[in-house]
């Protein structure tokens, strides 16, 4: 797609290009932070990668650190450089994790523009709260760099089309983008592609995922202690209304619509993007979603669906389904129903089929049988690859703008009533 300009349809094959090749790295040698025109190609396999992270609460901390990047860091030869997040409490945290890892604290900003600013950063990683994707996104994309971006990419459309437009801009000059949808990375999902891939299953009609729990994971992260002293509380609002601090919108952020529009967004993301991933499929045509706050009704006076359903309709004939309920756990499922069997996923990992209730059957699926999984990186250590060796990752940018597209036809629906349309040749969602 033309990054300044609406585009017709991509093939499908084209559009979700995953990358084969695996860079051998064995690095351990020290150089000078890269120039532009160094990053424009690939980081060579002796260059130390300097990352900064912006966000480093829990997930910036835990799932892209210390579970993340730094199981890595001998084969692929970085340091962590720079840190930016709002929050003190969650920089010091972080910050002991990396002097732990590499003898040193990593400079310390409160606004990621400062971070930005600074001279001899190659790679940032952004977990900041939903709202500030975009934002963070188009601005590490403007500023050159090599990027891995949480998920749900955006909570907007005329934002998402910016940052798109910006991130494709950067890739075209050597960034290397990596959403953090990271179940394409599992060997089983890889499979489970390559199974539906071969036809065994036919046609894919159907695709539903149930995902409960109880309470709300939002709930969770109640108990953090926020202090206004310790909270630019300015920065953490970004665009969103002025209002006086409060510990616990920032604290549980999650559980707040104008912050976080809750699970289709945050869940089914991960979904969808495996959806996409495993079926090789356009754009959705059309969506709707209702839900609502029907259970978990108390005093932190939480605004975001505690109980949800969304269902799209797909050009290729297929209906995709994403539910979750936070009041009874039970009943979670995945699965693609083709016409001649059933793939479920229901455990990431470990995916198995059948010929259950194809009408087609043909004898070739006997009994319940497993996917046979395909090595794959996983996808930080994906992301660090293709930095050296200049390949698409898994989770490219159009990939994250395709789960992008999908969510925010949710959310429209959900907040109008209404069923949503999406043209993909114009950019433009539209209500019915």
């Known amino acids: 797609m033309n990054p300044s300009s609406p585009a017709p349809s991509l093939p499908r094959r084209d559009f979700l290009k995953t990358s084969a090749g695996l860079a051998a790295v064995a690095a351990t040698t020290w150089s000078n932070p890269l120039t532009a025109a160094e990053r424009s190609r690939s980081i060579g396999a002796n260059d130390r990668i300097r990352i900064a992270q912006i966000g480093v609460g829990s997930r910036g901390r835990g799932a892209h650190l210390e579970n993340g990047i730094l199981p ?49 950063i190659d790679a940032v990683m952004v977990a900041s709260p939903d709202f500030h994707h975009t934002t963070h996104l188009e601005a590490a994309a403007k500023a050159g760099k090599h990027i891995y971006i949480e998920k749900p990419l955006a909570t907007e459309m005329d934002k998402l089309v910016r940052a798109y437009d910006a991130a494709k801009a950067a890739q075209a ?9 990271q179940l394409r990375s599992l060997p089983g999902i890889a499979g489970a592609r390559e199974l539906v891939k071969s036809g065994i299953l036919g046609k894919i009609s159907r695709v539903d995922e149930t995902r409960n729990s109880t309470p709300p994971y939002w709930y969770s992260y109640l108990k953090r202690d ?54 090789d499929c356009s754009f959705p045509v059309s969506c709707m979603c209702m839900g609502g706050v029907t259970y978990w009704k108390d005093e932190n006076n939480f605004t975001v669906p505690d109980n949800v359903i969304a269902t799209w309709m797909y050009p290729e004939g297929m209906m995709v389904t994403s539910s979750n309920n936070f009041a009874n756990s039970a009943g979670n499922t995945r699965k693609f129903f083709g016409e001649k069997g059933t793939l479920a996923v229901d455990n990431w990992n470990a995916p198995t089929y059948s010929a259950d209730g194809g009408p087609k059957r043909d004898g070739k699926i006997r009994g319940k049988m497993d996917v046979t ?37 949710a959310v429209i629906s959900y907040d109008t009533g209404k069923k949503t349309t999406y043209d993909h040749s114009k950019r433009k969602i539209t209500t019915a």
């Open 226 to 279: 926020v202090k206004e002293a310790d909270l630019d509380w300015k920065e953490f609002l970004g665009d969103r209304k002025a209002r006086p601090f409060d510990a616990r919108q920032h604290a549980a952020w999650y559980g707040y619509y104008e912050f976080c529009q809750g699970p289709v967004p945050q869940w089914g993301a991960h979904f969808l993007d495996l959806m996409h991933y495993v079926t």
């Open 173 to 181: 000059k050597g960034s290397i983008i990596q959403v953090g949808t």
């Open 373 to 409: 999984p395909v090595a794959r990186p996983d996808h930080f250590l994906n992301w660090l690859q293709c930095m050296r060796s200049g390949e698409t990752p898994h989770a490219s940018i159009d990939a994250g703008y395709q789960h992008a597209i999908a969510v925010l036809m």
């Open 72 to 120: 890595h860091v001998k084969e692929t030869n970085f340091e962590v450089v720079a840190i930016a997040d709002p929050w003190k409490v969650a920089r010091e945290g972080t910050n002991a994790v990396i002097k732990k890892a590499f003898g040193r604290e990593a400079k310390e900003f409160t606004s990621y523009r400062d971070l930005l600013a600074m001279d001899g």
